[in-house]
């Protein structure tokens, strides 16, 4: 069963940037539609974007459209981190979900990662 793992979170300033890495042990994940999530201190996890196995699609919350920017190659998805906020500041996870489809989606996700925290000072 694929397994993710994410990496690349730390601390950054207000302003900053980070970029997180999603990838599976060595494996391609070329077929798997990936999706980014973060989940504040105390919150729900919430969706932030996810791009589909081809990489033509992608699909931002609102919440961060125009400030992260997913991406990926064969083997590792990555989400760029510009102008980072306090409020970007969580445990951000990635997860995979094996599609051919043209769009992705935040459901039926089947591998999840530990997550990689990011704090960000106010």
Request: hydrophobic share 30%; aromatic share 12%.
């Amino acid at each position: 069963q694929l397994q993710v793992v994410e990496s690349g979170g730390g601390l950054a300033h207000p302003g900053g940037s980070l970029r997180l890495s999603c990838a599976a042990s060595g494996l391609p994940l070329k077929y798997y539609a990936i999706s980014w999530f973060h989940r504040a201190p105390g919150k729900e996890r919430e969706a932030l974007a996810c791009i589909s196995s081809s990489g033509a699609y992608t699909n931002y919350d609102r919440s961060v459209l125009g400030r992260f920017t997913i991406s990926r190659d064969d083997y590792t998805v990555y989400l760029q981190m510009n102008g980072l906020k306090p409020e970007d500041t969580g445990v951000y996870y990635c997860a995979a979900k094996w599609s051919l489809e043209r769009q992705c989606e935040y459901y039926d996700l089947t591998a999840w990662g530990k997550g990689t925290r990011v704090t960000v000072p106010s």
